[in-house]
Structures are given as structure tokens and as C-alpha cells.
């Protein structure tokens, strides 16, 4: 019994002496500020060696986790505030690089603000903080002729970015652009008094990508593809409400509702379709960033324009004969041909498909 005592003794000794003092291998008196000290002038340390596939399949990785990457040929670390695999090598390649968005911004094109200036890497990093909106922007601001650019442009990436994984911490909100509304037909176009009102155009895409870039959002904030425009509403001599403005940073203002237009003949068989300025329809209410606007009720048996979409929603029609058409609804994220992702955490949303 004395000698099961003593032994059991010196386990618990032995034990607390391991655990409270410094280990060393290769060495019998490691550096007192290094939990572990390693000497030898002719071996080294062998990392567990990993595929990138094997490496990704590891769940949870805790912070500082460390491997040696077989297809990068350099050790790997894991950063859990960023959640992604880093590298120690001087390679730019298997590097990840950080880019801090803090300040309002619109239609950012991220290769040429962001992408070229690192031809090696293809890990990105974009945090946006709180209370930043980036949106999209119209280069052309013709009704008939609109061209809507995305918050976030990924599809000018070159070929040479082919794999390039872009990971965006989202706290802000990312924008695309509300559709026009359709205008009520006045009757004046090409001087035909039985003009169809104008359609509603689409909303823009809050981010828009390639075959070359695989997007995904960790979102805590907002993504929404615009709302699109509500379709004007037209018949023959009636008047056409304007249709509403779509949801998204708003474009413009509701659509213009249809005036009274009537023929004006000189007695000769000649005759000409004019806006008499009584009896407008009503216009289209302008969308908001939450909202889309409302159509205008029509007068003169005219019918109403169609209500813009919300957030990621298509327009409606305008209702009754010769119509306008809603604008289809803007995406959350365009082109990722099924690699992109949005992941929501806590308050945040998204409105739009993502493809």
C-alpha cells in the first residue's frame, strides 16, 4: 500500500512539474519566455501537409491555426476575424489582401480602383463599415437610352484574375439603383393620339460579377437590387397615369402622367394630335431606398400606372389597354453563374436573386 502511495506521488509530481515549467526538445534548459523550445543543427519541424481542398475541409478552424499547403508550397495560417486561410509566402498569389471601405461611395469599378494595383493576388478581402451606402450611378441619364451601373462592379475583372475569390464583410448597405418610371402616354408621340404609354425600365444590380470572380457576402447590413419602374398607362383618348419610380436610390421622380391630347385639323384633311393642357393625369409618386412609388390614377377613363417594385421586385404593369410594362426587378448579385453566395447575420438583409 505504501509503495502504490509513493508512486501515485511522484505521478502528481511529475505531472505538476511538466505542466508549470517550460518544455524544451533538443534542449534541457528552454528559454524561460517560450512555452516550448525546439534545438537541433540537423532536423527541423514538419507541419501537417495539406492539399488546399483538405485544408478548406477542416470545420471551425480556430484562430492561428497553422498547415503547410502542398499546392501553394507555404505554410498557411487561419484567420478567424476574417474567417480565411493566410500565407506567409512573399507570393502575392496565396496572400489575402484587405481593402477598407469607411466613406459613401457610388458604382465602384473594382478592378481598375482596386484589383490592378495587386496583379498577383486573387484573395480580396472588402469590409465596409457602418452607416456606408455605396450605390449605383446612371452614365446616361436619357429616359429612352438608361444606363445603370452596379454598386459594386467585379465584371471588368480580366482573364488573368481567372479564380479570384472576393469575400465582402458587409455593414453598410450596397444599393442598386430604382428603375424609371413609365410616363402616361400624352398622345403626342409621332403625332398619334392613340401613343401607348412608356414602360417601366429595370432596376439596377447592386453587385455585378464574371466567370472570373467568385463573390461572397458576409452580410450584417443591406443588398438590394433597385425596384423596377412602373409601366405609364394609355387608351384610346384617355389618359394614362404616370407609373411609380422604382425602389433603390431613387433615379427620378414618378412617372408624368398623360395630358388630353386631341386632334387638330387645318380643314384640309391634315390633321396633328396636341396636348390641350387640361385634364393631366395624375403623375407616379418617386420611389425611395425602402420603397417603390405609386402609379398615378389616369383621368378620362384612363387608366392608372402600374406601383414600381420594392427592393429586388419587378414593376407592375399599368393597367388596361396598351399599357405600359413594369421594369423587371435589378439583381443582388449579376454573373455568378451559381458561385456567388450572400449570408445573412444578425439585422442584415438582402432583396434580389442572386445567380
Not at 93 to 117: L, P, R, W
Not at 203 to 209: D, M, S
Not at 301 to 312: F, Q
Request: contains cysteine.
Amino acid at each position: 500500500m505504501k509503495q502504490i502511495n509513493l508512486i501515485l506521488f511522484s505521478f502528481l509530481f511529475i505531472q505538476n512539474t511538466v505542466f508549470s515549467q517550460n518544455v524544451g526538445i533538443g534542449t534541457a534548459t528552454p528559454n524561460a519566455k517560450a512555452v516550448l523550445e525546439l534545438k537541433s543543427t540537423d532536423k527541423g519541424v514538419l507541419f501537417p501537409r495539406l492539399t488546399s481542398a483538405q485544408r478548406n475541409a477542416i470545420t471551425n478552424p480556430p484562430d492561428g491555426l497553422h498547415i503547410y499547403n502542398t499546392d501553394e508550397h507555404c505554410l498557411n495560417y487561419y484567420d478567424s476575424a476574417y474567417q480565411v486561410w493566410n500565407c506567409y509566402c512573399e507570393n502575392d498569389t496565396c496572400k489575402t489582401v484587405t481593402i477598407t471601405i469607411n466613406e459613401d461611395t457610388s458604382a465602384i469599378d473594382f478592378y481598375t480602383g482596386y484589383a490592378i494595383k495587386y496583379p498577383q493576388a486573387r484573395k480580396f478581402i472588402i469590409l465596409i463599415t457602418e452607416d456606408v451606402t455605396i450605390n449605383g450611378k446612371i452614365t446616361t441619364a436619357n429616359v429612352t437610352n438608361i444606363t445603370l451601373h452596379p454598386a459594386i462592379d467585379f465584371s471588368t475583372m480580366p482573364v488573368s484574375f481567372t479564380g479570384t475569390t472576393v469575400k465582402i464583410i458587409n455593414h453598410g448597405a450596397i444599393y442598386g439603383f430604382g428603375g424609371h418610371s413609365g410616363d402616361g402616354a400624352t398622345g403626342l408621340v409621332g403625332g398619334d393620339c392613340n401613343a401607348n404609354a412608356a414602360n417601366g425600365s429595370a432596376g439596377g444590380n447592386a453587385i455585378e460579377t464574371n466567370y472570373t470572380s467568385e463573390i461572397t457576402v458576409i452580410n450584417y447590413g443591406l443588398v438590394a437590387g433597385g425596384g423596377g419602374g412602373g409601366g405609364g398607362r394609355a387608351a384610346l383618348g384617355q389618359l394614362g397615369g404616370g407609373g411609380g419610380g422604382g425602389a433603390g436610390i431613387p433615379f427620378t421622380s414618378g412617372g408624368i402622367g398623360g395630358g388630353n391630347s386631341v386632334w387638330n385639323c387645318n380643314g384640309l384633311g391634315y390633321c396633328v394630335c396636341i396636348l390641350s393642357g387640361s385634364n393631366i393625369a395624375a403623375n407616379g409618386t418617386g420611389g425611395t431606398n425602402v420603397i417603390g412609388g405609386v402609379g398615378g390614377n389616369g383621368a378620362n377613363g384612363g387608366g392608372n400606372g402600374g406601383n414600381a417594385g420594392g427592393l429586388g421586385q419587378t414593376g407592375q404593369n399599368g393597367t388596361g389597354t396598351n399599357a405600359g410594362t413594369g421594369g423587371t426587378a435589378g439583381w443582388a448579385i449579376l454573373g455568378g453563374s451559381g458561385k456567388s453566395s450572400i449570408s445573412n447575420f444578425g439585422t442584415g438583409q438582402s432583396f434580389g436573386v442572386v445567380d
